[in-house]
């Protein structure tokens, strides 16, 4: 039997090295650094954080910030994150060139984004960014050429 990396509860840990697309790499790689599991930032910190992330063409790992926002979020604010977060996930289908799979994730985010109470908490501009959401669908499915640029949403007006 093959013997897993688990904690203490028997979840999975993610301890296999990545590379920058959150692609994983044998183990004994040298990867990215990872963005640790029990990550707990304030809003404006996951924010910051995912968007140096994105800025940096790091989609992966920004998702894995915006994911631990939206698990230890509020209840009013936990469909935003979480349409955040899949909007990351979608970025980094297109990254990997996975289009179908892209379409899907950027999908599911932009009706997460649209069913946001106004305003938006923490300056999240959900009306663009679902907007953004749907144009990157639209351009895949015509098989659009999707600028590097794209792929760096702005996550709030601050």
Do not use: C, W
């Given at each position: 039997?093959?013997?897993?990396?688990?904690?203490?509860?028997?979840?999975?840990?993610?301890?296999?090295?990545?590379?920058?697309?959150?692609?994983?790499?044998?183990?004994?790689?040298?990867?990215v650094a990872r963005i640790p599991d029990d990550l707990d930032l304030?809003?404006?910190?996951?924010?910051?954080?995912?968007?140096?992330?994105?800025?940096?063409?790091?989609?992966?790992?920004a998702h894995e910030v915006l994911e631990a926002a939206w698990k230890?979020g509020p209840d009013d604010e936990r469909g935003m994150w979480q349409?955040?977060?899949?909007?990351?996930?979608?970025?980094?289908?297109?990254?990997?060139?996975?289009?179908?799979?892209?379409?899907?994730?950027?999908?599911?985010?932009?009706?997460?984004?649209?069913?946001?109470?106004?305003?938006?908490?923490?300056?999240?501009?959900?009306?663009?960014?679902?907007?953004?959401?749907?144009?990157?669908?639209?351009?895949?499915?015509?098989?659009?050429?999707?600028?590097?640029?794209?792929?760096?949403?702005?996550?709030?007006?601050?």
């Open positions: 039997m093959v013997d897993r990396d688990r904690d203490e509860y028997g979840k999975a840990r993610n301890s296999r090295p990545r590379d920058a697309l959150g692609r994983p790499l044998p183990h004994g790689s040298r990867g304030s809003p404006a910190e996951s924010l910051t954080y995912a968007q140096d992330l994105l800025d940096q063409g790091m989609a992966f790992h230890s349409g955040l977060a899949q909007l990351a996930v979608g970025i980094t289908h297109i990254q990997r060139g996975n289009t179908a799979g892209a379409a899907g994730v950027l999908r599911r985010a932009a009706d997460h984004l649209d069913e946001v109470d106004h305003p938006a908490p923490h300056g999240v501009d959900v009306d663009a960014l679902g907007m953004h959401a749907r144009a990157l669908i639209d351009d895949l499915a015509h098989d659009v050429d999707i600028d590097v640029d794209r792929l760096r949403p702005r996550l709030s007006a601050s």
